[in-house]
T-cell receptor, first 116, second 113 residues
Framework: EPEVTQTPSHQVTQMGQEVILRCVPISNHLYFYWYRQILGQKVEFLVSFYNNEISEKSEIFDDQFSVERPDGSNFTLKIRSTKLEDSAMYFC??????????????FGEGSRLTVL | AQSVSQHNHHVILSEAASLELGCNYSYGGTVNLFWYVQYPGQHLQLLLKYFSGDPLVKGIKGFEAEFIKSKFSFNLRKPSVQWSDTAEYFCAVKKNRDDKIIFGKGTRLHILP
């Protein structure tokens, strides 16, 4: 069964360092998402991406964050200068369609980011 | 702002007990509704979804949920739980024209063998 894959599964970094989290969405999917879950809190939407551009972003997704689809398969989340409060589990998701036709979002297993 | 409320943060049941997890949302327009499950060490998986039609939807593993529009609710039910249902359950809502879905805080379900 096709699945969304994420790397790394766990990254530890020093505050102020740049981090790139990688995702390989399901191959025929067109909409891509990043969510995060701070320990003990809810899963929060960060950004959605379609047709090589951001379609929506939350207030969490400030200038420190960026997303990119550098080739036909990878979808990355970059945090330029990490803060302690960026420590969380980051989930990538993809779906075949969006908007009124959005069906199921398929999630990866997550990348745990720990900022020291 | 649109929000999703799950009132039970941690539920402990014995095997064969009946389950109902509450979910309420705050958006008044047309919505799509989802329940996702996250088993220990695994990724989020879709249990069931409601888009339109019969408000009682059946999902995988014997789960069902009922959409009650007047109550803005989408409660998850299972008549007889198993130890393998131990997991975290997330209710989620999508506004009709949005791409994103918004999650509730999750309910951690622990089934005693």
């Amino acid at each position: 069964e096709p699945e969304v894959t994420q790397t790394p599964s766990h990254q530890v970094t020093q505050m102020g360092q740049e981090v790139i989290l990688r995702c390989v969405p399901i191959s025929n999917h067109l909409y891509f998402y990043w969510y995060r879950q701070i320990l003990g809190q809810k899963v929060e939407f960060l950004v959605s991406f379609y047709n090589n551009e951001i379609s929506e972003k939350s207030e969490i997704f400030d200038d420190q964050f960026s997303v990119e689809r550098p080739d036909g398969s990878n979808f990355t989340l970059k945090i330029r200068s990490t803060k302690l409060e960026d420590s969380a589990m980051y989930f990538c998701a993809s779906s075949v369609q969006g908007g009124s036709n959005t069906g199921e979002l398929f999630f990866g297993e997550g990348s745990r980011l720990t900022v020291l | 702002a649109q929000s999703v409320s799950q009132h039970n943060h941690h539920v402990i049941l014995s095997e064969a007990a009946s389950l109902e997890l509450g979910c309420n949302y705050s958006y008044g327009g047309t919505v799509n509704l989802f329940w996702y499950v996250q088993y220990p060490g695994q990724h989020l998986q879709l249990l069931l979804k409601y888009f339109s039609g019969d408000p009682l939807v059946k999902g995988i593993k014997g789960f069902e949920a009922e959409f009650i529009k007047s109550k803005f609710s989408f409660n998850l039910r299972k008549p007889s739980v198993q130890w393998s249902d131990t997991a975290e359950y997330f209710c989620a809502v999508k506004k009709n024209r949005d791409d994103k879905i918004i999650f509730g805080k999750g309910t951690r379900l622990h089934i005693l063998p």
